[in-house]
């Protein structure tokens, strides 16, 4: 009785998901189909394009490896990522507020985002090695300036008109930032979190890629080299998986922290 209430529950949660959801589960089923049968039907050769049921086959014999990995390349991704939220906010914050910080650091971290971060990951790697710190390095660059120019839009876009009309009632400098500036700056920092989401994982394979002994990018080139198309696309999978989680996170807590701004109702309403 209990588990069928249990599975009550859980149907009750996803019928609205699924209703809203059908013609993407169609398309992505129908995608997987073709994906299939295309391999015979255009005598595709399994080390170029294996098929769909062959990957989910030889990944689950190497499921091991493949959790590990995503562990390692997680755990890089998030670290950065986290930092590089903390680093972009206060920056962001402090350039808003200081004319000399406007006029000297923020010129220059514009022309830094114009220069692509993965040129620096071959320096980071010969500097400090094939460890933890070089990949989480990385994945700080390449959040770290779309955060901390959106943060700086955000909180110079601010009414000052409503933050001298809340002063007047006697709230003091932190009360303000606090109450007013924070929450009318976070919808636009949350476009700087979600793309910093997308360059996170992508950053940390790179630089996997490029100088690494363990992680998903370590594995899809090893295995790409043994011409390993199947495990390749297991890890490629598992990769994507990854972000997405880590999109789906950010995008959760962007409803749960602004749910009264436009686009979350709008997005609400779309689905």
């Known amino acids: 009785m209990v588990l069928f209430n249990f599975f009550s529950f859980i149907l009750k949660k996803i019928k609205p998901w699924v209703s809203r959801s059908w013609m993407f589960i169609v398309f992505f089923v129908a995608f997987f189909i073709f994906w299939e049968y ?31 990995y995503t562990w390692i390349t997680a755990s890089e991704t998030v670290t950065g990522y986290v930092i590089a939220i903390v680093l972009g906010l206060f920056f962001g914050v402090a350039i808003s507020f200081s004319k000399i910080l ?8 514009v022309s830094i985002e114009m220069t692509p971060k993965i040129a620096f990951a071959p320096l980071f790697i010969s500097w400090l090695g094939f460890g933890l710190l070089p990949k989480v390095i990385i994945v700080i660059l390449v959040c770290f300036f779309p955060i901390v120019l959106n943060a700086i839009l955000a909180f110079n876009s601010l009414s000052k008109e409503l933050t001298l009309f809340y002063q007047s009632t006697g709230a003091g400098p932190l009360k303000t930032f606090f109450k007013i500036r924070l ?14 989401a997308i360059n996170a994982t992508v950053g940390a394979t790179i ?24 495990l390749a696309f297991a890890g490629i999978f598992f990769l994507t998986a990854l972000g997405l989680t880590i999109f789906g996170i950010v995008t959760l807590a962007e409803k749960l922290l602004i749910p009264w701004h436009i686009s979350v109702q709008r997005t609400e309403k779309n689905q």
């Open 38 to 68: 295309s391999i015979v039907w255009f005598d595709i050769p399994l080390y170029i394009l294996p098929p769909p049921t062959l990957i989910v086959e030889k990944g689950w014999v190497d499921i091991d490896r493949l959790v590990y």
């Open 102 to 109: 406007r006029r000297t650091i923020y010129p220059f971290f």
């Open 183 to 196: 929450p009318a700056a976070m919808p636009q920092c949350f476009v700087g979190f979600k793309y910093a």
């Open 207 to 230: 630089a996997e890629f490029i100088g690494s002994d363990k992680g998903l990018g370590f594995y899809i080139q090893i295995v790409t080299g043994n011409m390993r198309a199947d």
